[in-house]
């Protein structure tokens, strides 16, 4: 557990979105959406019957694959509304010559 700074909870943060199979397909998809470039719908479909043939179908698991604390797999639903949360809350900022960026990684 690692504690809030401020109020002292513990809070716990992970990076399931990004160690789960369907991770690279769906972000490919999501670029496609934003920036409405074929290039990365095509990657999309193509990693997509990759991800499937090779994480469903031939049941290979990633390095770092991630599951619930019980072993139980993450379903690509449930990663899917995780993702969405994510994407809704994304906030995109075109950069100018001379911006600066700060970034607390405190917690």
């Known amino acids: 557990c690692q504690y809030h700074p401020i109020s002292n909870e513990c809070v716990w943060f992970n990076h399931a979105q990004v ?6 397909p769906a972000e490919l998809w999501y670029a496609f959406t ?3 470039d074929i290039r990365f719908l095509i990657r999309c479909i193509i990693m997509w019957i990759i991800a499937i043939i090779k994480y469903g179908l031939l049941g290979y698991k ?16 449930e990663m899917n509304l995780v993702r969405k949360v994510i994407h809704d809350n994304m906030v995109f900022n ?4 001379g911006d600066i960026m700060c970034i607390d990684n405190f917690s």
Not at 19 to 24: A, D, E, G
Not at 62 to 77: E, Q, V
Not at 94 to 97: H, R, V
């Open 34 to 36: 934003r920036l409405n």
């Open 19 to 24: 160690f789960h199979w369907s991770t690279f």
């Open 94 to 97: 075109t950069w100018e010559k």
């Open 62 to 77: 990633m390095a770092l694959n991630m599951s619930f604390g019980d072993g139980t797999p993450i379903s690509l639903r």
